[in-house]
């Protein structure tokens, strides 16, 4: 079974900031299959990336994604009030495995 | 649009059997390129994925190891809906229960994997007596 890593497990930055956040799995995968995406307190889940660095319909472009093999990485850039929350990796295979997140926070 | 309702108890005693309905709308439970997970959410073990189901000419179904014994996935094409059932209840069972749909597009085999782009609105349930 394919365990996913983030890190860090707390980003502390100010609006304006470039976030970079880490995923690494315990084996090579697929970049087809690793998708990222934000929760908010009280919220589902919301997609952003999926292919490893293809938006999902309507997310901004300050959200990519790159990586392959067991790293991966979402940089969100000029971070806005809103996009302090959490962010989570996924691999889709046989199961769907998440990460175990990472807060980004003001 | 696609949107996905739940229903259910938010409260299951000890023992018994969790139900929870995630009525689809905007797409079919019998979709060829859809999947229609579970997926809880606790403190203690983060987004945890209990299962999946999907149409390809038949039924299938993949479910999470940690739960495969007690749980059952039901597909209702006249409702459009799919249920979740999750037998013998424990206090560890309780979290924020979710379903939500695999986008994928098969072709020549390969699976395309668009996101799990939907959820539902989640169903905080607790295991209490």
């Known amino acids: 079974e394919i365990v996913l890593t983030q890190s860090p497990g707390t980003l502390s930055l100010s609006p304006g900031e470039r976030a970079t956040l880490s995923c690494r799995a315990s084996?090579?995968?697929?970049?087809?299959?690793l998708a990222w995406y934000q929760q908010k307190p009280g919220q589902a889940p919301r997609l952003l990336i999926y292919?490893?660095?293809s938006r999902a319909t309507g997310i901004p472009d300050r959200f990519s994604g790159s990586g392959s093999g067991t790293d991966f990485t979402l940089t969100i850039s000029n971070l806005e009030p809103g996009d302090f929350a959490l962010y989570y990796c996924?691999?889709?295979?046989?199961?769907?495995?998440f990460g175990g997140g990472t807060r980004v926070e003001i | 649009q696609v949107q996905l309702r739940q229903s259910g108890p938010g409260l299951v005693k000890p023992s018994q059997t969790l139900s929870l309905t995630c009525a689809i709308s905007?797409?079919?439970?019998?979709?060829?390129?859809?999947?229609w997970n579970w997926i809880r959410q606790s403190p203690s073990r983060g987004l945890e994925w209990l299962g999946r189901?999907?149409?390809?000419?038949?039924?299938?179904?993949d479910y999470a190891a940690s739960v495969k014994s007690r749980i059952t996935f039901i597909p209702d094409t006249s409702t459009n809906q799919v249920s979740l059932q999750l037998n013998s209840m424990t206090p560890e069972d309780t979290a924020v229960y979710y379903c939500?749909?695999?986008?994928?597009?098969?072709?020549?085999?390969?699976?395309?994997?668009?996101?799990?782009?939907?959820w539902g609105q989640g169903t905080t349930v607790t295991v209490s007596s």
């Open positions: 939500a749909r695999d986008r994928v597009e098969v072709i020549a085999k390969y699976y395309y994997f668009y996101g799990t782009d939907v």
């Open positions: 905007g797409d079919s439970v019998s979709s060829n390129n859809a999947a």
């Open positions: 189901t999907y149409y390809r000419s038949k039924w299938y179904y």
């Open positions: 084996q090579s995968v697929s970049s087809d299959y």
């Open positions: 292919g490893a660095s």
């Open positions: 996924q691999h889709y295979g046989r199961s769907l495995t």
